[in-house]
């Protein structure tokens, strides 16, 4: 009997110092990112991104049955030291969508997206949180101005939902509906709660209509200045993939998307800039070494123009290599990832611009229809994950260098 008893307590004790350890690393994550200078801050430090992609989460939450599927990616994550996750809060029109028609939401996918923050809060997880698609995978731009044709707008291309006004009143109902909306676990309104560190206009923009940036610069302009008279909390970036405009094309690849890196990033709503690197995709007809190549390069460029030209953090927000460009030689994939990490902590160690890298993109097991040969699941990927786990644990001890709590 003195046995149990002696167990019950210790089991209260154990539960009692549990919740107390849960509770100061919530409260430790627990502050809004900010920026100062070319750095991004949390509680006092200097906050170094080192996370993935999922941009299923929200669509897989919505089904209670298969919400194990994201604490398992969260868990797997943190075990590896990753801190951060950027995802879709957008999927308009179509197949079980957020947004079934302007302003008309699916309270289902929303429980969803409220599943999915209170799990990154739980793990200690800050998110990205993007607003719609340039592409028409899960609605897009394509979406929004079939919506305003339907409604007798005069839409000539896609890419009027940069200048139409009813598509653009359709897209700024959709910011204030996500950034108001109160999460049904926690009770927190989107925009007060810091496991949100950044909102992102438009998954990866694009207006090939417009060569010189001009469309894009004003979309971009108007768009950040409304989300922020809405939410005064949160940081915001726009989404880009870091094509220059006409002051610097022969830096790109041998195509035009109709932004422009440093004038897009200089908008002062706009926090930090971002980058995408895909050379497999971008460079499709040269060898691996010259697509690595190339990803060294982009990174650099993009950080040294962050740092000495927009005066602004960068992050990595995508980078990847697909197992149908080099096979299933993890040694191709790891150079890969090591090439972008290297750049990310070579930056950062010395103070500079780069705030971190998120690859894109992680599975947890059992999702194989969402494998698109960019995927990491990190139990069948030990040298990757390792590679993952460093980087972590290296940027992780800058942040404890500067530390001044």
Known sequence: MLKHRL?????????????RILLLQVEAGDGFVEVRGVQLMLNGSPYYANGFNAYWLMYIASDPSQRNKVSSAFQEATNHGLNIARTWAFSDGGYKPLQYSPGSYNEDMFQGLDFVISEARRYGTKLVLSLVNNYDNLGGKKQYVEWARSQGQSISSEDDFFTNPVVKGYYKNHIKSVLTRRNSLT???????????????MNEIRCPSDQSGKTVQAWIT????????????????????????????????????????????????????TVHSYPDQWLSGSSYENQISFLGRWLNEHIQDAQNTIHKPVLIAEFGISTKSI????????????????????SASGGGAAAGGLFWQLLAEGMDSFRDGYEVVLGESPSTANLIAQESQKLNRIRKMYHTD
């Open 327 to 346: 096979g299933s030689d993890s040694k191709l994939r790891d150079q890969f990832f090591s090439t972008a990490y290297s750049a990310i902590y070579s």
């Open 187 to 201: 009770g927190v309104a989107y925009k007060d709660d810091p496991t949100i560190m950044a909102w992102e206009l």
């Open 222 to 273: 108007e768009m950040a200045s409304y989300l922020k008279s809405i939410d005064g909390n949160h940081l915001l970036e726009a989404g880009l993939e870091g094509f220059y405009g006409p002051s610097k094309q022969e830096s790109n690849p041998s195509f035009h998307v109709g932004t422009d890196f440093i004038a897009n990033n200089q908008i002062p709503d706009i926090d930090f800039g």
């Open 7 to 19: 167990f019950m307590v210790f089991l209260v004790l154990y539960v009692i110092l549990g919740e």
